[in-house]
C-alpha cells in the first residue's frame, strides 16, 4: 500500500513540475490550425445615372450618386466619369418640369445653381434661396443611396 501510495505522489509531483516549468501537450500533426480570417472589401457596383437625367448631361457615362424625394419633388445627383457633379429637380408625375444644373460639393452637403436660385442639399434637407433669400426647406427622404 505504501508502494502504491508513493508511485502516485510521484505521479502527481511529475505533472506538477510539468506544469511549472511550462511543457506543454503538443497537438498531434493532424489537428485542424487556427487560420486567421481574410479581411474582403465588398465590390460595390456603379449604378447608373436614370436615362432621363443621364440624356440631359453633356459627359457620358454617369453614376447616380444620390435620389430623394422632397416634398412633391424628385432629386437626383448624379457624378460623371470626370468628377462632374449634377443636381437634377423635377415635381413628381410632371417630367417635363425636369431642370439639370451643374453641381458642386460643400462641406454640408451639395450647392447648384440656376441663375439667381441656389439649391443646396444639406444632410436631410434640401434649402432653395432667391437672391441670398430662402423660399423653401424641405425633408429629403432617401429613394437610392446616399450622397457619398
Known amino acids: 500500500m505504501i508502494v502504491v501510495l508513493t508511485v502516485a505522489f510521484l505521479c502527481i509531483l511529475v ?39 443621364a ?27 470626370t468628377g462632374k457633379l449634377y443636381y437634377y429637380g423635377q415635381y413628381i408625375g410632371q417630367d417635363d418640369t425636369g431642370l439639370l444644373m ?19 442639399i444639406r444632410g436631410d434637407e434640401v434649402v432653395v434661396s432667391v437672391d441670398g433669400r430662402e423660399i423653401l426647406r424641405e425633408l429629403l427622404v432617401a429613394t437610392s443611396p446616399r450622397l457619398r
Open 15 to 53: 505533472l506538477l513540475l510539468a506544469l511549472l516549468t511550462g511543457v506543454k501537450a503538443q497537438a498531434p500533426a493532424s489537428a485542424p490550425r487556427s487560420v486567421p480570417p481574410s479581411i474582403t472589401t465588398p465590390i460595390v457596383q456603379a449604378v447608373a445615372c436614370p436615362d432621363r437625367v
Open 55 to 81: 440624356l440631359l448631361i453633356p459627359d457620358s457615362g454617369a453614376d447616380l450618386m444620390a435620389a430623394y424625394d422632397a416634398g412633391d419633388k424628385h432629386v437626383v445627383i448624379c457624378r460623371t466619369a
Open 102 to 120: 451643374p453641381a458642386q460639393e460643400t462641406p454640408a452637403g451639395l450647392l447648384a445653381r440656376n441663375g439667381s436660385y441656389l439649391y443646396e
